[in-house]
């Protein structure tokens, strides 16, 4: 599998899906794969603690990934952020240091600003845009230390979403893919089982799932996850995508091509495209 399909099957951000039921059957044996996966994860989340330093500093290994431009611009955004006085312009300001971060792709940066906001004003908006951002870290952290750490700090925004608003489905979803690495990767398969319970329907709990699947290699079950996605949301381009690979993946040759040519046509995604096309290249 080439680098570019790679990526987007390892990082599965943006989840969509939809769920009827998580048989038994299905979660012993994501269990027993997830359980082994965790042993060799054991004792991260004790490592590199501390949230309230600021990521991104002058002269940090972060900041010199960035160019020169984007540097100026983070300077100028932090100098203005620096320089509000009031509650009101002191969020403004932290909000546009967020969507700046966000464009850059550092969402560890862009979680810590978030997090400054909800101190200044703790609402369930503010504290779900928290969480998920420290979410998108983890998700796009390449150190096991560091996505140790973003995952725990997802979690404690996501346990104080659902201290005010316990339906909030999707702070339980991806609190439960913050799990799925850690030493109690059940505790994640718990809280999915919880989502589907109460909402049998809901499209990320399903696609997180094929997600699992599709890391335990247990294909087969990948493929009537993504297929439910699919019957919720037919112009669902990731998913379709995800289920064109597994049954890849599970010798149905002729049905991965119909459906990875569809992505090839309909997807607005390049970098879906772009698999898309190096998949059917494998397969002819």
Not at 131 to 136: E, G, I, S, T, V
Not at 194 to 205: K, T
Not at 225 to 244: C, H, Q, T, Y
């Amino acid at each position: 599998m080439n680098k570019s399909f790679a990526i987007i099957i390892v990082i599965a951000v943006g989840a969509v899906g939809a769920l009827y039921s998580l048989p038994k059957v299905v979660v012993s044996d994501e269990k027993k794969t997830l359980e082994t996966s965790a042993k060799s994860q054991k004792g991260d989340a004790n490592r590199d603690k501390g949230r309230n330093s600021e990521p991104v500093n002058a002269g940090t290994k972060h900041e010199k990934s960035l160019s020169d431009s984007q540097m100026s611009e983070i300077k100028n955004l932090k100098t203005k952020y620096l320089q509000s006085v009031d509650k009101t312009a002191k969020i403004k300001a932290t909000e546009v240091l967020i969507n700046k971060f966000v464009e850059f792709m550092k969402f560890d940066s862009a979680a810590f600003y978030a997090e400054t906001a909800t101190k200044l004003e703790p609402s369930e908006t503010n504290l779900m845009k928290t969480a998920n951002l420290y979410f998108q870290a983890h998700t796009f952290a390449l150190e096991d230390a560091k996505k140790a750490v973003m995952g725990e700090n997802a979690r404690t925004y996501y346990t104080k979403v659902l201290s005010k608003n316990p339906n909030n489905l999707l702070a339980k979803t991806n609190m439960a893919m913050t799990y799925v690495e850690t030493a109690n990767p059940m505790q994640g398969i718990s809280l999915l089982r919880e989502v589907i319970a109460q909402e049998p329907d809901y499209v990320p709990a399903l696609y997180d799932l094929g997600m699992l699947s599709i890391k335990s290699k247990q294909f087969g079950k990948a493929v009537e996850r993504f297929k439910e996605v699919l019957k919720i949301d037919p112009a669902n381009s990731d998913a379709a995508l995800k289920l064109g690979y597994c049954l890849m993946e599970a010798n149905r040759k002729e049905e991965a091509k119909e459906i990875l040519e569809k992505v090839l046509k309909n997807s607005k995604n390049q970098t879906e495209k772009a698999a898309a096309q190096e998949l059917l290249e494998a397969i002819r």
